[in-house]
C-alpha cells in the first residue's frame, strides 16, 4: 500500500506510522527525521534546514521534494510506502501527484489523525526522542522503563530544540495554514480516512489497522 499519515505536530503521526509501517512491511519515510539527520551529519541541506526548523517554520519547498524524490526511487519503496509528515503543502502535494504518475503509481489513502489543539501542547513539550535510533518517548503517556534511556537501544533520550511551547505554537498556526487545506485536496479524491488520535495509543493504532482492512478488502 501506499500510504500518507497527517495531522498537526504532536498528533502521533510518527508513533504510529512505525508500528503501521512494521505490520505492512513497507518503508516508514519521515521528512523530519530526514532532515534532523542531515542536521547531525552536518550536511550544506542540514545547515540550512536547521534555520527553518528551530523557528518552527517550514523548509523550502524545492528542497524537501528533492529529497522525497530521491528516497521515493529506492527500490525498498516498490513495495509500498509510508509517508510521514510530505507533503505539508500544496506544491509539495502537486510535485509527489507527479513523481507517483511518472512511475504509475497512486496513494491509496491518507491517515488522518486528529487531536484537539490544546491536548497538542503537552505532548510536545513532553516528548523524548532516543538520539541513536529516533525512538519516542513521553515523559508522562510514554515512559522509558529507565528515565532518558531508550528501551530499544539504551541510547540518550533528548529533547528536540522545537520543541519549546513557543515553537508549538508556531508550527500549529503554520499546519493549520499551508497543510491542513491539503486534506481537502485529497478529500476530494476521497483518499481520506480520519482517526481519532485522542485515546490510547493502542486503540489508535487498531483503529488504523482496521480502517486500513477495509481498504485492502
Ligand atoms: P508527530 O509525529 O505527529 O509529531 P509523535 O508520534 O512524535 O507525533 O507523538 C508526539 C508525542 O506524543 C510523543 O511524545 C508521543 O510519545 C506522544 N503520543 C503519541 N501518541 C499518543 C497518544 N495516543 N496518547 C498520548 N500520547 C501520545
Ligand atoms: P512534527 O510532526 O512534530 O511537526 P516533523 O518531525 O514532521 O515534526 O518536522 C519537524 C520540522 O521539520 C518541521 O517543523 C519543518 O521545519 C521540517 N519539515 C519536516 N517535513 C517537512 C516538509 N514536508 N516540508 C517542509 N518542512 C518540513
Ligand atoms: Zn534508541
Given at each position: 500500500m501506499n500510504l500518507l499519515i497527517m495531522g498537526p505536530p504532536g498528533a502521533g503521526k510518527g508513533t504510529q506510522a512505525v508500528e503501521v509501517a512494521k505490520e505492512l512491511k513497507i518503508p516508514h519515510i519521515s521528512t523530519g527525521d530526514?532532515?534532523?539527520?542531515?542536521?547531525?551529519?552536518g550536511t550544506e541541506m542540514g545547515k540550512k534546514a536547521k534555520e527553518y526548523m528551530d523557528k518552527g517554520q517550514l523548509v523550502p519547498d524545492e528542497v524537501i521534494i528533492g529529497v522525497v524524490r530521491d528516497r521515493l526511487g529506492q527500490p525498498d519503496c516498490k513495495a509500498g510506502f509510508l509517508l510521514?509528515?510530505?507533503?505539508?503543502?500544496l506544491p509539495q502535494a502537486e510535485a509527489l501527484d507527479e513523481t507517483l504518475k511518472n512511475v504509475g503509481i497512486k496513494i491509496d489513502a491518507v491517515i488522518n489523525i486528529n487531536v484537539p489543539r490544546e491536548r497538542i501542547v503537552a505532548r510536545i513539550t513532553g516528548r523524548r526522542v532516543c538520539?541513536?535510533?529516533?525512538?519516542?518517548y513521553h515523559v508522562v503517556n510514554k515512559p522509558p522503563q529507565e528515565s532518558g534511556k531508550c528501551d530499544k537501544c539504551g541510547g540518550e533520550l533528548y529533547q528536540r530544540s522545537d520543541d519549546t511551547e513557543e515553537t508549538v505554537n508556531k508550527r500549529l498556526d503554520v499546519y493549520e495554514a499551508q497543510t491542513q487545506p491539503l486534506l481537502d485536496y485529497y478529500g476530494r479524491q476521497g483518499?481520506?480516512?480520519?482517526?481519532?488520535g485522542d485515546q490510547?495509543?493502542?486503540?489508535?493504532?487498531q483503529d488504523i489497522l482496521d480502517t486500513l482492512k477495509q481498504i485492502k478488502g
Open positions: 530526514m532532515l534532523r539527520e542531515a542536521v547531525k551529519q510521514d509528515g510530505f507533503p505539508r503543502t538520539r541513536a535510533c529516533g525512538d519516542t483518499l481520506v480516512k480520519d482517526i481519532n490510547e495509543i493502542g486503540k489508535v493504532l
